[in-house]
């Protein structure tokens, strides 16, 4: 016999909304498994779908571009030391680009105006005769590299600094030597090179004319002295 109300092939009604929930664990574990398999998986950088990663997670390819462009930095700067005979450096804080476009164009021939990470710089000056960059190195800095014109870069770099009320200058190194902010602006009112050949040309220019005069005075001398001889009563 049987309990009224019951068949002997009555099944239970499933809960509403389980057959949904089935499928999509269903589906999520599928596609947990097929990116395991991919290519395009979290373990290559990128997503299923073929998007980009976010940019924390670096792929192989990224990190080696990253490195070239370091070494890329480094080999630039140990190659502009190479023809440097001062560098000198003033505070990036508060500059934008622009002014810095602005020097840039206001230096003379042979020098330049650059900004490194000091890493880099520190990398690049490792066991060469800049090293003592690595005191200097601090913060962010603007560096300027100079040839020759030491003078005329020093000036127009100041020049610009009044115009835009910025450009402290840290220090600077020369010949293996730090120089603090009055040594480099005592560097900038050293005679540049044209003004001491001008004082040479015109020194050995006047040596004749000076001959010439202490020729005549002194034979001035001698003639007066002659005649005053000559005059002279006999004793």
């Given at each position: 016999p049987h309990r009224a109300g019951c068949t002997p092939h009555e099944k239970k009604k499933a809960r509403p909304g389980s057959n949904m929930k089935t499928a999509a664990l269903l589906a999520l574990s599928g596609a947990a498994v097929a990116s395991a398999f991919s290519p395009t998986g979290p373990a290559f950088g990128l997503q299923a779908s073929g998007r980009a990663a976010p940019a924390c997670s670096l792929t192989g390819l990224q990190m080696a571009k990253n490195y070239d462009e370091k070494e890329a930095i480094v080999n630039n700067v140990r190659d502009r030391l190479g023809s440097a005979t001062l560098i000198f450096s003033t505070g990036l804080e508060g500059i934008n680009m622009p002014e810095i476009n602005s020097l840039r164009n206001s230096l003379p021939e042979g020098t330049n105006a650059m900004v490194i990470k000091n890493r880099?710089?520190?990398?690049?000056?490792?066991?060469?005769?800049?090293?003592?960059?690595?005191?200097?190195?601090?913060?962010?800095?603007?560096?300027?590299?100079?040839?020759?014109?030491?003078?005329?870069?020093?000036?127009?770099?100041?020049?610009?600094?009044?115009?835009?009320?910025?450009?402290?200058?840290?220090?600077?190194?020369?010949?293996?030597?730090?120089?603090?902010?009055?040594?480099?602006?005592?560097?900038?009112?050293?005679?540049?090179?044209?003004?001491?050949?001008?004082?040479?040309?015109?020194?050995?220019?006047?040596?004749?004319?000076?001959?010439?005069?202490?020729?005549?005075?002194?034979?001035?001398?001698?003639?007066?002295?002659?005649?005053?001889?000559?005059?002279a009563p006999d004793s």
């Open positions: 880099l710089f520190k990398r690049a000056v490792a066991g060469s005769p800049w090293i003592q960059v690595n005191e200097l190195a601090t913060k962010s800095n603007l560096w300027m590299f100079i040839d020759e014109d030491l003078q005329g870069s020093i000036k127009a770099f100041k020049k610009w600094g009044k115009e835009t009320k910025k450009g402290e200058i840290n220090g600077g190194i020369m010949e293996g030597v730090v120089y603090d902010t009055k040594g480099i602006d005592a560097i900038g009112d050293l005679p540049t090179k044209d003004e001491l050949y001008a004082k040479i040309a015109g020194g050995i220019a006047a040596v004749p004319t000076q001959l010439a005069r202490l020729t005549k005075e002194a034979g001035g001398q001698k003639m007066a002295r002659g005649v005053k001889l000559a005059v």
